[in-house]
Each structure stands twice: as C-alpha cells, then as structure tokens.
C-alpha cells in the first residue's frame, strides 16, 4: 500500500487525500544536493527505463522531516511514491500522454516565485545563494517538472473518471470504525455583500496635485527614493525608498504594469490610478521580462461623509432583503463590489483551507462577534470592513448559510466530507488495480536498501 493508502480514515474524512503529494512539493535548489553530494549516489529502484537514486528518497526525506514530518517510515513511503511515479510516467509515454511548455513553464514559475519568498522577494539574492541565474536554475529542473506533470496527468486519467453513489457513500460511512470518526468544533459558512466608501473628487484632486507637486520636485533635481520614504502611503515599500524589487507585468495590476513598462531607464510615469490609489513610477532598471521599479502611492482619504454614504446604501440594500424585494443573491450581484465574492454568489473563502467553512476560532475580532449574534439564514446588520490587498474601507452585511455545533462526524452534517473520503478510497482501490495490472508487465528493481519495505512487496512479487 502507499503512503496515503495507509493513512488512518479519521484522516481520509478530514482532509480529501492526494496522490503523490509529496513528489509534488518537493522542489529542491541544492541546499539538500550539497549535503548528499558527500556520499556515493545507487539506484535503489528501477521501473522500465526509469531509475530511482537513493539521493532521491533522500533528499525529499530532509525536506519533510525539516518541515515537522514523523521520520518513521518515511523512506520507505518515499520510495513507494518514487517508484509509482515511475510507473506513471512509464505508462504515459507508452499512452502518448503530453503536457505543454507553457503548463511546465507555468508550474516552473509557481515553484521559482515560492523561492524567491523566502528570499524576502529578492531575484537577485536567491540567484547569489545558488549562483545560478533563474534562466539556469528553471533548466536545471524542467525536465523534473515535466516528469511530475506527466506522472500527475497519467494518474488522473486512472482515477478521475472514479465517483460514488450515495449509497456508497452511506455504506462507507457505516463500515467506519466508531473510533476513527472524528470530532468537528464548531462552523459556519457565511456569504456578505459589500459596498466600499467611494473617494471623493475632491479628496482625488488634493492627491493628485500632491503628486504633481512631487513629480516636479524629482523634475527639479530630488531624488525619487527618498521622496518615497517621507510620502507614500505604501508602507511595504516606502522605507526602502519605495523600491517593488524585479517585477514581471503579470504580478502588477494593469493599469501599473502599461504605465511602468513604457518607461525608461530613470524615467518616472505620469500620475497612475489603479484600485490602490495613486502613483508615480519610476524605472530603475529593466532586464528582460522583468523591471526594478520605485513608485510613490498617495492614497486619497476616506472622509466620515463617505462611509456613511456606503453605510447608508448598505442599509437600504439589507430593507429589501428582509422584505423579500430582493433575493440576498440577487443583491450580491446586483450591488456587492468586492469582486472576489462577488464572482462567488457572495462566499467568503477561508483563506487558510481554501474552502468556505470557518471554524468558529479562526473568526476574526470583526466577524465573531457579528456571528455569535445570528441564526441559520439570517442577515447583519451593516458593519465596518476593510480590504486588506489595498487598505480600503467600507461596510458589509453578511449572511449564515451554515452553523453547526461542535458534534462527532454524521451523514446529516458532514456528508460532502465523507463522500470526499469515500471517493479518495475507491480512486485509491482503483489506482491499486492499475498498479496490479501494469506492473507485471514491467521490468521492476528493488534494491536490498528498500526489500523489507511492505510496500515493496507487489513490485518484488512481479
């Protein structure tokens, strides 16, 4: 069995399993190569043509133990995985399974910004540590990136045109031991509508012939940096003389990224407007793709007038709901202008699961006591909201489309859930058979490092 085959159903139910997840986070720069690369490097395992090296289950066993993963038989999990990607990636050349140069240099970009975090969002410093330009260091790991895709694609097509019935799903629930089901805290699931303070044209114009005021200044001769320092609003990158560092136009909004990439070297934008107020840009330098750019934000103030206009529409949006004039749906559409919900009938998404559940604990100072004040369906009344991609404010109202109390896991509550874990483990079974069928016809090595392995035994039987 693999390493997820063997995960505890309390776990399947809570949390909806992926195959080869860890083949998939691992992505390693050479901080873990520089410690192996002291040692004799073996292939451990070979499936057809494809060859597992020790370094391999290696590297990635550092990188999980380093990350708070238990060190008990991962090498042999690792290993497990390592060899059914091979499987996979075997199968698909054989089915002319393909992925694209742009989903390989999609997957390459993702993997490269996530470095470039940890280096504090500086290209440069993460190109110094492994002193290899991010041109090299995508080379150095494309082909790895294109086996993943493909190993991740050929699964898919064994296991995604697997679901379950609701039968299955009940019978799965009623074979669960009592002990492995788990116990929910307490939830909610809510949707809002939101109605942002709207800038005044007069607060706009003293912003604007502030920045005006400013462009002169760096006209006449000051320097843009320091200019920054002392006047944006943007306090990410005011105290570094307003610098954004090395950026591509896909992570600048548009109207930023027209402005700032018609400039040249030194030269500094007219007065930009974007959804976070406005700006001056200046280009440092520009290398390829990408361009080091300072900008100045002036924010236009909110006045106490604005709010209570945004206050106000609010209101008069919720009088038609509670009146039935309206459906709260129909007034997400219709009035909400936070896009992100919006576009999503109004949910609001846990940003630390990705799902629209909330746990009662996990409620902010604003949300929690709004909440503790509401039954199932019901609506807010208006209160104060700020948007924490650009600082703007304004009110919502929200609704509660789900409350449970913190119970054990049941088919009442928890059904979506179950059929989760349900479904996880008949792809599981149906991955399993896949695996029992190919192999045999497969040339599989196991080396004597990885032959007591239990989950080495169907690769050895064959």
Request: with cysteine; proline share 2%; net charge negative.
């Given at each position: 069995?693999?390493?997820?085959?063997?995960?505890?159903?309390?776990?399947?139910?809570?949390?909806?399993?992926?195959?080869?997840?860890?083949?998939?986070?691992?992505?390693?720069f050479?901080?873990?190569?520089?410690?192996?690369?002291q040692?004799?490097?073996?292939i451990?395992?070979?499936?057809?043509?494809?060859?597992?090296?020790?370094?391999?289950?290696?590297?990635?066993?550092?990188?999980?133990?380093?990350?708070?993963?238990?060190?008990?038989?991962l090498?042999c999990?690792?290993?497990?995985?390592?060899?059914?990607?091979?499987?996979l990636?075997?199968?698909?050349?054989?089915?002319?399974?393909?992925v694209?140069?742009?989903?390989?240099?999609?997957?390459?970009?993702?993997?490269?910004?996530?470095?470039?975090?940890l280096?504090?969002?500086?290209?440069?410093?993460?190109?110094?540590y492994?002193?290899?330009?991010?041109?090299?260091?995508?080379?150095?790991?494309?082909?790895?990136?294109?086996?993943?895709?493909?190993?991740?694609?050929?699964?898919?097509?064994?296991?995604?045109?697997?679901?379950?019935?609701?039968?299955?799903?009940?019978?799965?629930?009623?074979?669960?031991?009592?002990?492995?089901?788990?116990?929910?805290?307490?939830?909610?699931?809510?949707?809002?509508?939101?109605?942002?303070?709207?800038?005044?044209?007069?607060?706009?114009?003293?912003?604007?012939?502030?920045?005006?005021?400013?462009k002169?200044?760096?006209?006449?001769?000051?320097?843009?940096?320091?200019?920054?320092?002392?006047?944006?609003?943007?306090?990410?990158?005011?105290?570094?003389?307003?610098?954004?560092?090395?950026?591509s136009?896909?992570?600048?909004?548009?109207?930023?990224?027209?402005?700032?990439?018609?400039?040249?070297?030194?030269?500094?934008?007219?007065?930009?407007?974007?959804?976070?107020?406005?700006?001056?840009?200046?280009?440092?330098e520009?290398?390829?793709e990408?361009?080091?750019?300072?900008?100045?934000?002036?924010?236009?103030?909110i006045?106490?007038?604005?709010?209570?206009?945004?206050?106000?529409?609010?209101?008069?949006?919720?009088?038609?709901?509670?009146?039935?004039?309206?459906?709260?749906?129909?007034?997400v559409?219709?009035?909400?202008?936070?896009?992100?919900?919006?576009?999503?009938?109004?949910?609001?998404?846990?940003?630390?699961?990705?799902?629209?559940?909330?746990?009662?604990?996990?409620l902010?100072?604003?949300?929690?006591?709004?909440?503790?004040?509401l039954?199932?369906?019901?609506?807010?009344?208006?209160?104060?909201?700020?948007?924490?991609r650009?600082?703007?404010?304004?009110y919502?109202?929200?609704?509660?489309?789900?409350?449970?109390?913190?119970?054990?896991?049941?088919?009442?509550?928890?059904?979506?859930?179950?059929?989760?874990?349900?479904?996880?483990?008949?792809?599981?079974?149906?991955?399993?058979?896949?695996?029992?069928?190919k192999?045999?016809d497969?040339?599989?090595?196991?080396?004597?490092?990885?032959?007591?392995?239990?989950?080495?035994?169907?690769?050895?039987?064959?």
């Amino acid at each position: 069995m693999t390493l997820l085959a063997k995960m505890s159903l309390k776990f399947m139910i809570l949390k909806k399993n992926k195959y080869l997840i860890t083949l998939l986070i691992c992505f390693s720069f050479g901080v873990f190569n520089k410690v192996l690369s002291q040692n004799i490097d073996k292939i451990v395992g070979i499936v057809g043509d494809k060859i597992v090296l020790k370094s391999d289950v290696e590297i990635q066993v550092r990188q999980l133990t380093a990350q708070g993963s238990p060190e008990e038989g991962l090498p042999c999990n690792l290993f497990e995985e390592l060899m059914l990607q091979k499987l996979l990636l075997s199968q698909a050349e054989v089915d002319s399974v393909l992925v694209t140069e742009d989903e390989i240099e999609g997957e390459l970009g993702q993997r490269i910004n996530y470095f470039v975090g940890l280096f504090g969002g500086d290209q440069d410093q993460l190109e110094a540590y492994y002193n290899k330009s991010i041109l090299q260091i995508k080379d150095e790991f494309r082909e790895q990136i294109q086996e993943q895709l493909l190993s991740r694609r050929m699964q898919q097509q064994v296991v995604n045109s697997v679901k379950v019935t609701p039968a299955e799903v009940k019978h799965f629930f009623e074979t669960l031991p009592a002990d492995s089901l788990p116990f929910y805290d307490a939830e909610v699931e809510m949707s809002q509508i939101v109605i942002m303070a709207e800038v005044s044209e007069e607060q706009k114009k003293i912003a604007t012939d502030e920045l005006k005021k400013l462009k002169q200044r760096i006209i006449d001769g000051e320097d843009f940096a320091t200019l920054a320092v002392v006047y944006s609003d943007d306090s990410g990158s005011a105290t570094n003389g307003g610098d954004l560092g090395y950026m591509s136009r896909g992570e600048l909004v548009n109207e930023f990224a027209a402005a700032a990439f018609n400039l040249e070297n030194g030269e500094v934008s007219d007065i930009v407007e974007t959804e976070f107020g406005l700006h001056l840009i200046q280009m440092v330098e520009r290398r390829g793709e990408k361009a080091n750019l300072r900008h100045i934000l002036l924010r236009p103030e909110i006045t106490s007038f604005d709010l209570e206009k945004a206050k106000a529409k609010l209101n008069d949006v919720r009088n038609k709901i509670l009146t039935d004039s309206i459906t709260f749906n129909q007034a997400v559409d219709k009035y909400s202008t936070d896009e992100q919900t919006k576009n999503n009938a109004g949910n609001i998404v846990n940003p630390q699961t990705g799902s629209a559940t909330f746990l009662l604990e996990e409620l902010d100072d604003f949300l929690k006591p709004v909440v503790d004040t509401l039954q199932l369906n019901q609506v807010s009344k208006p209160f104060t909201f700020k948007k924490e991609r650009d600082g703007s404010i304004g009110y919502r109202i929200i609704k509660i489309n789900r409350l449970s109390k913190a119970h054990q896991a049941n088919l009442n509550d928890d059904y979506e859930r179950i059929k989760a874990a349900a479904e996880s483990k008949k792809q599981q079974a149906a991955l399993e058979d896949w695996i029992a069928k190919k192999a045999p016809d497969t040339y599989i090595f196991v080396d004597d490092n990885f032959i007591d392995c239990a989950q080495s035994k169907k690769w050895i039987s064959n």
